[in-house]
């Protein structure tokens, strides 16, 4: 097929780039839905795909990477800056032209007998001031079709795009599928992302991760902007009125059940709504009007299937209903869909597991789909999908919120004094492990704004950008920043507060605080709701004030505690760490004396 643009800079490094790789065959993604057919077709034929039953998955799609595939792996995700400090210590770094060497020498000549698939993508509306071009190239049809999903793909962006050579490079092979030879590498400087040896989603759709957060954190470093892993949900009261939080969440912490919260049933009773904007990833910009936009940069979700249900969040799963792929997830044989572990107790007797083999889910030890097995559905497909979803202009911020899992140390919510406190409150951002992760439980693990493995610069420059955000707005249009922690513990070592959908409650109050509606008390750690502003209609028999109280309260001598790891977290920063941090964790240890 003939190529869709003029662009020199785009030609010429795709030219560069079959020189080295050397396919035997060259498709552009044109984004027809002609073309998405023809080559779901194509993938069937091959086996890289499995057609699912039409009338109960209409134009869904199972998948199963390589066994030795199935994850991102950060310790082979590595940051190409200049010099190490660019890249910072929290971020795996590689020399650029040691890095192109590499690479290069892995990928040369992988394309060989296969295809190369040209995919022009968008991230974000196309033609909107937040949004940023790229183009991949793979020789995986299963990638075409993902990003195909996750994004907006055609001759449309390369239209947008006209002369510019503000575009992203991205380059993947999966080559051997070799776990010693796999990398995945960011060149923030040159707009440019290799993966070689991989074909799961988090190392290959290079729209998602790659570009989204560690490229563009760097792009909007450089231009004031950011792109922040964080969700996006507008609040809707009765009156019709929507409000709109960005919100940082580390993951098993509920980060995909709060995008798309179904309102208590006290809350919707009254008409509140909650509309989902984005799941996963924000780009944020100031508006003429001097406040702060955000957008989704992407079009689909990629979200983990286990646990995902009727109960835990019915939004997600509606949304896998038509147009999805499954990767690693169980083939149910007897009426050809699929399951996963915590979908529902039907367990199916005569299917395949996520390695290919044989499967019953009645008699079987082992788990039939894989622990981080996903599925790639349109967001359009989402039932609270926001009508402000391809808004160019992005939705205003009232506020941040930042999360984390401890069992005793953060109360439920609470507020920042200041923006640069807010900034503090996130780069302390942390959660206990629970038994689900390796390793010991209750470890804490530090996960500032939740982009430790995404930021792709030095995080000490990061966090200087977030207070020069701040300092560029005007104090009544500054979004206020808040911390929420949905997993306080009794003594026995019970959740106290039901989360999922009474998660609103809180969200209520914070935005009650943005309007200036209640008051809070100042704690050592920032300001925290009086028990009373926080509506327990229809859940008392589950929350009694005095326990809410409880789950409110700040225990200096735990403070006192977690101070300790705040310094021991922050001084692996050295000079980098801005000196308003370092004043921000004078200010509370003096609070907690």
């Known amino acids: 097929m003939s190529e869709l643009t003029t662009n020199k800079t785009v030609l010429d490094w795709i030219n560069d780039k079959i020189s080295l790789v050397k396919p035997d065959k060259i498709v552009w993604i044109d984004g027809t839905k002609e073309q998405v057919e023809a080559l779901r077709a194509e993938a069937c034929s091959t086996g890289e795909l499995e057609k699912l039953n039409e009338e109960l998955l209409p134009d869904c799609y199972l998948h199963r990477t390589a066994v030795n595939d199935v994850a991102r792996v950060e310790h082979r995700t590595f940051i190409c800056t200049p010099t190490k400090e660019e890249a910072g210590v929290t971020n795996n770094w590689m020399e650029p032209s040691q890095a192109y060497k590499m690479l290069y020498d892995i990928a040369a000549d992988s394309y060989k007998g296969r295809t190369m698939y040209v995919i022009p993508y968008s991230m974000g509306p196309v033609g909107s001031r937040f949004s940023k071009a790229g183009i991949e190239l793979t020789d995986s049809i299963y990638v075409v079709l993902n990003m195909s999903i996750m994004t907006r ?114 809350y919707s009773r009254k008409g509140y709504k909650v509309w989902c904007v984005g799941d996963d990833i924000s780009w944020i910009r100031k508006g003429e009007d001097g406040r702060l936009y955000a957008i989704n940069p992407e079009n689909g979700f990629f979200g983990v299937a286990p646990g995902t249900n009727e109960k835990s969040n019915p939004n997600a799963l509606a949304s896998t209903k038509q147009g999805t792929i499954f990767t690693n997830v169980v083939h149910n044989l007897d009426n050809n869909t699929v399951w996963w572990e915590g979908l529902d107790k039907n367990l199916p007797e005569n299917a395949v597991d996520w390695k290919g083999r044989p499967w019953n889910g009645k008699t079987s030890e082992e788990k039939g789909a894989h622990p981080n097995s996903r599925f790639t559905a349109p967001a359009v497909n989402c039932p609270c999908i926001s009508s402000e979803f391809e808004n160019p202009h992005g939705v205003p911020i009232s506020a941040f919120v930042f999360g984390g899992r401890r069992a005793k140390l953060a109360p439920l919510v609470y507020q920042s004094r200041d923006w640069a406190h807010g900034v503090f409150v996130g780069s302390i951002m942390a959660s206990e492990t629970t038994a689900a992760a390796t390793g010991a439980v209750g470890v804490v693990r530090r996960d500032p704004m939740a982009m430790l493995p995404f930021c792709g610069y030095n995080m000490g420059a990061y966090w200087q ?129």
């Not at 989204?212 to 009261?237: C, D, F, P, T, V």
């Not at 997993?487 to 070592?493: I, N, P, T, V």
């Not at 109050?509 to 300001?527: F, L, M, N, P, S």
């Open 153 to 266: 793909t055609g001759k449309a962006v390369l239209d947008a795009l006209g002369d510019s050579n503000d575009w992203v490079r991205g380059l993947h092979c999966k080559c051997a599928i070799d776990e010693e030879k796999r990398y995945i590498c960011q060149f923030p400087q040159d707009n440019t992302i290799i993966s070689v040896n991989s074909g799961y989603g988090g190392n290959v759709l290079l729209g998602k991760k790659c570009f989204a957060l560690r490229i563009a954190s760097y792009q909007g470093y450089k231009e004031g902007w950011q792109a922040e892993h964080m969700l996006i949900l507008g609040l809707e009261n009765p009156k019709g009125e929507k409000k709109y939080i960005c919100a940082a969440f580390p993951s098993a912490c509920g980060k995909t059940n709060l995008a798309m919260l179904i309102p208590p049933e006290s």
């Open 465 to 593: 950008h977030w207070l020069d955000i701040g300092a560029s707005l005007d104090e009544d249009k500054a979004p206020k920043i808040f911390n929420v922690n949905w997993f306080r513990k009794d003594d026995e070592g019970n959740f106290q507060w039901p989360g999922y959908g009474d998660n609103l409650r809180v969200l209520d109050w914070i935005i009650d605080r943005c309007e200036g509606k209640v008051d809070a008390q100042e704690t050592a750690i920032g300001y925290v709701p009086y028990a009373k502003d926080i509506n327990l209609e229809g859940i008392e028999d589950e929350v009694s004030v005095d326990t809410l109280g409880d789950i409110l309260s700040v225990d200096k001598s735990l403070w006192k505690d977690e101070i300790s790891g705040i310094e021991e977290f922050y001084a692996q920063f050295g000079k980098d760490l801005p000196a308003k941090l370092s004043e921000e964790l004078e200010i509370l240890k003096n609070n907690v004396k």
